[in-house]
């Protein structure tokens, strides 16, 4: 299983960026896609999901302004992030929703760093 998060960086608040995500060894046609995020001395926590039909789900924090996608031909999930607030600074990563609530097959995250 490879899940390779990409596209963080640092940007000024009010700014945007889009991750991706690139899969591997998993199945990802039917599988229930999140990305999660963990700031520096909190747990992580999930931010937004995407079911293997589309359906998808926030956490209240960035409803309105981060949206989740997934492309099943190239087995690549992401996330573009509006209206980027400090709050919202962390290291971001995939997973299937599966493999998260089993705390299993984290890959490396991004980095995202909002300037206030």
């Known amino acids: 299983v490879q899940l390779q998060a990409s596209g963080g960086g640092l940007v000024q608040a009010g700014g945007s960026l889009r991750l991706s995500c690139a899969t591997s060894g998993i199945s990802f046609s039917i599988s229930s896609m999140g990305w999660y995020r963990q700031a520096p001395g909190k747990q992580r926590e999930v931010v937004a999901t995407i079911a293997r039909y589309g359906t998808t789900n926030y956490v209240d924090s960035v409803r309105g302004r981060f949206t989740i996608s997934r492309d099943s031909a190239k087995n690549t999930v992401y996330l573009q992030m509006n209206s980027l607030k400090p709050e919202d600074t962390a290291v971001y990563y995939c997973?299937?929703?599966?493999?998260?609530?089993?705390?299993?097959?984290w890959g490396q995250g991004t980095q995202v760093t909002v300037s206030s």
């Open positions: 997973n299937t929703v599966r493999s998260a609530t089993t705390n299993t097959h």
